[in-house]
């Protein structure tokens, strides 16, 4: 999933040379945390409800109270890609820029909801507890019998400490009899099924 699927488009931006109480304005009436500062059509900053706590309305610029030059990403990249930045940097937003343009802003908040999209989470699916014998071999065997029982890996981990190895699973499969029965055919112990029914 890319960055372009998942950001806020076109971002609410504010100029640099306005004041910091039409920022805090701004923030309130949207909902929003974090605005785009520009100058003459160009991203040169950041602005959050942090960095406005504690100023006087009015009394300063946005330009004085932004953070200059924010990290920005494109939005051909992918949303881990920008769950590592947000993580590495400690914060709430990136601006995605494409050609020194800026086309949007992608958030916490919108990589939290990407991963509960990818994970299936909001699906009916089952997560199950499979072990046994072969390494990242193990993986290979799993997925090939959920394609046998014509169903779909949302996420699959295998967990390399623990003896004998284990892999955890959440998968979405019309009759998880036949999964588990193509897992044992496989060689694979399942541990244990729970059904996970769809969260809002």
């Given at each position: 999933?890319?960055?372009?699927?998942?950001?806020?488009?076109?971002?609410?931006?504010?100029?640099?040379g306005?004041p910091?109480?039409?920022?805090t304005?701004?923030?309130?009436?949207?909902?929003?945390?974090?605005l785009?500062?520009?100058?003459?059509?160009?991203?040169?900053?950041?602005?959050?409800h942090?960095?406005l706590?504690?100023v006087?309305?009015?009394?300063?610029?946005?330009?004085?109270?932004?953070?200059?030059?924010?990290?920005?990403?494109?939005?051909?990249?992918?949303?881990?890609?920008?769950?590592?930045?947000?993580?590495?940097?400690?914060?709430g937003s990136?601006?995605?820029?494409?050609?020194?343009?800026?086309?949007?802003?992608?958030?916490?908040?919108?990589?939290?909801?990407a991963?509960?999209?990818?994970?299936?989470?909001?699906?009916a699916?089952?997560?199950?507890?499979?072990?046994?014998?072969?390494?990242?071999?193990?993986?290979?065997r799993?997925?090939?019998?959920?394609?046998r029982?014509?169903g779909?890996?949302?996420?699959?981990?295998?967990?390399?400490?623990?003896?004998?190895?284990?892999?955890?699973?959440?998968?979405?499969?019309?009759?998880?009899?036949?999964?588990?029965?193509?897992?044992?055919?496989?060689?694979?112990?399942?541990?244990?099924?729970?059904?996970?029914?769809?969260?809002?």
């Open positions: 999933m890319l960055v372009r699927n998942r950001m806020s488009h076109p971002a609410i931006t504010i100029e640099a306005r910091t109480s039409e920022a304005r701004l923030l309130a009436r949207h909902r929003i945390r974090q785009p500062v520009m100058r003459n059509g160009q991203l040169v900053g950041i602005i959050t942090r960095d706590r504690g006087r309305p009015g009394a300063r610029s946005v330009a004085a109270t932004m953070t200059a030059k924010p990290r920005t990403i494109a939005p051909d990249a992918a949303v881990d890609e920008a769950a590592k930045l947000l993580r590495a940097y400690r914060i990136l601006p995605v820029v494409d050609r020194k343009q800026l086309v949007g802003i992608i958030t916490v908040a919108d990589v939290l909801d991963f509960v999209a990818l994970s299936g989470v909001a699906e699916t089952y997560r199950l507890a499979v072990s046994g014998r072969g390494g990242p071999a193990m993986e290979t799993a997925r090939r019998a959920v394609e029982a014509r779909e890996v949302k996420w699959l981990h295998r967990d390399a400490r623990s003896r004998p190895q284990q892999l955890q699973m959440r998968v979405k499969v019309k009759r998880v009899d036949d999964l588990v029965a193509a897992l044992e055919a496989d060689g694979l112990d399942v541990l244990r099924v729970v059904a996970a029914p769809p969260t809002p």
